[in-house]
């Protein structure tokens, strides 16, 4: 296997998951700063132009930080970051799917339109005036989110999972890119100092090649 990694928040997702199963993957980075991802011979790998990328044996190349995931949790079941029962795995994907849904997309696209502006408009449609309501969803969504926390310490109880990573992850970079969430949140707020304290979650900020 092959990894495609790059200095992007979903590469960072997969690494964190990835360094939290004990897995070795080679990899190579991919300059999207630079366009790298926007041209070949990366599109022939990856139509979508997105990293990261997972190109197996075989020459089948996977893409989507999700389903890549999915899949290496399929080949290496254990340590378990979806689950290992039936109900396990649903319960880890409700949250996956809550998380991507109502925070890290808003987050992702007010990026595009924001912050991140100069970088994205001449790659992707863009749309300038709709960056601080999106960063308003963002926020009420993370704070609808808390609400919602069980018992904890993490969002599926006692098991820290993907969700959890893709959810510190995107906050983790909203912080750093002007749209912070509140710490100030009764749940989230301790949930994200926990889980800053994971080996992962510092060595996940440098590529897989540099770590």
Known sequence: MLLYDAHSPAPRCLRMFIL????????????????ENRGEPFLSLNPAGQTPALQLDDGRVLAEAVAIAEYLEEENPQIALIGTTAIERTETRQW?????????????????????????????????????????????????????????????????TAADIWLYVWLDFADSVGQPFDHALPHLGPWFNLVSTRPSAERSRQLLADA
């Open 96 to 160: 996956w799917r809550r998380v991507e849904l109502n925070i890290t997309e808003f987050i992702h696209n007010a990026y595009h339109y924001a912050e991140g502006l100069e970088r994205f408009k001449d790659r992707i449609p863009v749309a300038p005036e709709a960056a601080d309501g999106l960063k308003r969803v963002a926020r009420d969504r993370t704070a609808w989110l808390d609400s919602i926390f069980g018992n904890g310490p993490y969002l599926c109880g006692q098991r820290f």
């Open 20 to 35: 939290e199963k004990h897995l070795t993957i080679p990899s190579i980075t991919i300059d999207v700063f630079a366009g």
